[in-house]
T-cell receptor, first 113, second 118 residues
Framework: GAVVSQHPSWVICKSGTSVKIECRSL??????MFWYRQFPKQSLMLMAT?????????EQGVEKDKFLINHASLTLSTLTVTSAHPEDSSFYIC?????????FGSGTRLTVV | AQKVTQAQTEISVVEKEDVTLDCVYE???????LFWYKQPPSGELVFLIR??????QNEISGRYSWNFQKSTSSFNFTITASQVVDSAVYFC???????????????FGTGTQLKVEL
């Protein structure tokens, strides 16, 4: 099956700093990638849809200036959490679409201290 | 608007028992895709199956089987002879098909936590 790599797996950062998370499709090209946030024991919450070569589409309530998404190539999308605060601590997971199926990365556990 | 309901929050079974995870969906589209994903404790979502709305054939893959019934808008997942390694959260999801297959987001159910004990 298609493989999506996400790095880092976990990161601890100080409040006020920025953190970048990478999502790569390793064996296919993905025009569309998605970024989710997941709280403990809850379902996935879609944050934004990332389309290669164009601006990301953010879901209602997601701050685009805080969660910067860049999809510069058909195999790479990045999520940058800017000026992170403790309330941004969460599990972030990306997916890449190959035709009509979304394949997911292994997720990034972000802890802001 | 599309919606996916997984009414079972948590299921506990003893190893070797069969278990069925329920999924009911709502959509106005006639063309859509249904999915099941497995999320083990490590966190990654593992793709299990995709089924399109025009294909109501049931599918079997090893110990896994899926029952798609458009008449009841259900896409249930059965694990036969469950094993401890099956312990995970299972998500059912729906996407409405677009022309190119891109851009239409997945709608997830709330997930079912399956615990398989010895």
């Amino acid at each position: 099956g298609a493989v999506v790599s996400q790095h880092p797996s976990w990161v601890i950062c100080k409040s006020g700093t920025s953190v970048k998370i990478e999502c790569r499709s390793l064996d296919f090209q993905a025009t569309t990638m998605f970024w989710y946030r997941q709280f403990p024991k809850q379902s996935l919450m879609l944050m934004a849809t990332s389309n290669e070569g164009s601006k990301a589409t953010y879901e209602q309530g997601v701050e685009k200036d805080k969660f910067l998404i860049n999809h510069a190539s058909l195999t790479l999308s990045t999520l940058t959490v800017t000026s992170a605060h403790p309330e941004d601590s969460s599990f972030y997971i990306c997916s890449a679409r190959e035709w009509w199926t979304d394949f997911f990365g292994s997720g990034t556990r972000l802890t802001v201290v | 608007a599309q919606k996916v309901t997984q009414a079972q929050t948590e299921i506990s079974v003893v190893e070797k028992e069969d278990v069925t995870l329920d999924c009911v969906y709502e959509t106005r589209d006639t063309t859509y895709y249904l999915f099941w994903y497995k999320q083990p404790p490590s966190g990654e979502l593992v793709f299990l199956i995709r089924r399109n709305s025009f294909d109501e054939q049931n599918e079997i893959s090893g110990r896994y089987s899926w029952n798609f019934q458009k008449s009841t808008s259900s896409f249930n997942f059965t694990i036969t002879a469950s094993q401890v390694v099956d312990s995970a959260v299972y998500f059912c999801a729906l996407s409405e098909a677009g022309v190119t297959g891109g851009g239409n987001k997945l709608t997830f159910g709330t997930g079912t936590q399956l615990k398989v004990e010895l």
